[in-house]
């Protein structure tokens, strides 16, 4: 009698009965456990011909669980390097494309170069300290002082951007004066820097187009003030005698 027609006993299904707890880690916990079983299936197959079988049907698989990536370039390419990681890096196949490794997928990304976390003006922020720096190599002349003039104007709107009220132009000399290490000095020089006005006047928004000469306005039926529809009159559906 075949093994597969053997009734089971209730008691022994229930014993053998399988926890999360107690099953092996999911790589990729998109594609499911009964994927992961069909890629531990295919890695312990001996022949090489149905093992190459068993991978090309477990991508027609996960092809098909995604149908919305297989317009997307190289989805096939996506699809085989998931299979080898899923794998665990023990699938013997071959695959179109250039099989991963594990120290590649291992690889960290390079320490980014974070800017200073404790500046004394924050407001003005960092770019402000490295348009200094890049004036303090510059040689003398109009353009040095057309863009010290610049950074000067820029460190005030900045500041305006934390205080509100106002700023004098001394409080700003000084600043750069102390943020340039004493290599741009405005402190005795008659520069006058923009208005705070100027620099805090924002353009407002044209609600209503301007229309060319002679086209006429669309009237809109709502009342302005409601919002909601003109009443009709009477006699506006009137149909004339």
């Known amino acids: 009698m075949n093994l597969k027609y053997i009734k089971e006993n209730s008691n022994d299904v229930v014993h053998h009965l399988e926890y999360n707890a107690e099953r092996s880690h999911l790589i990729i916990p998109e594609y499911g456990r009964h994927l992961q079983k069909l890629i531990d299936q295919a890695t312990h197959i001996e022949d090489d011909i149905e093992r190459n079988k068993a991978a090309r049907y477990i991508i027609q698989v996960m092809g098909s669980l995604n149908p919305h990536l297989r317009d997307v370039p190289d989805f096939q390419h996506k699809l085989w390097d998931q299979l080898f990681i899923m794998s665990d890096f023990k699938l013997v196949a071959d695959s179109p494309y250039p099989i991963p490794s594990r120290?590649?997928?291992?690889?960290?990304?390079?320490?980014l170069k974070y800017p200073q976390n404790f500046p004394k003006y924050r407001f003005y922020g960092n770019n402000i300290k490295?348009?200094?720096?890049?004036?303090?190599?510059?040689?003398?002349?109009?353009?040095?002082?057309?863009?010290?003039?610049?950074i000067a104007n820029h460190m005030k709107k900045s500041y305006l951007?934390?205080?509100?009220?106002?700023?004098?132009?001394?409080?700003?000399?000084?600043?750069?004066?102390?943020?340039?290490?004493?290599k741009l000095n405005l402190l005795q020089s008659e520069e006058e820097l923009l208005n705070t006005t100027d620099l805090l006047r924002t353009n407002k928004r044209v609600s209503n187009k301007i229309l060319p000469v002679g086209q006429p306005k669309i009237l809109s039926n709502k009342n302005s003030k409601t919002g909601k529809p003109n009443p009709v009159h009477k006699n506006q559906n009137r149909k004339p005698l």
């Open 130 to 150: 490295y348009m200094i720096d890049v004036a303090n190599k510059w040689d003398d002349g109009d353009m040095k002082n057309a863009l010290v003039k610049v």
């Open 103 to 111: 120290e590649v997928l291992q690889l960290k990304p390079d320490v």
């Open 161 to 182: 951007s934390w205080n509100k009220d106002t700023v004098k132009d001394d409080v700003i000399f000084e600043h750069l004066y102390e943020l340039s290490d004493g």
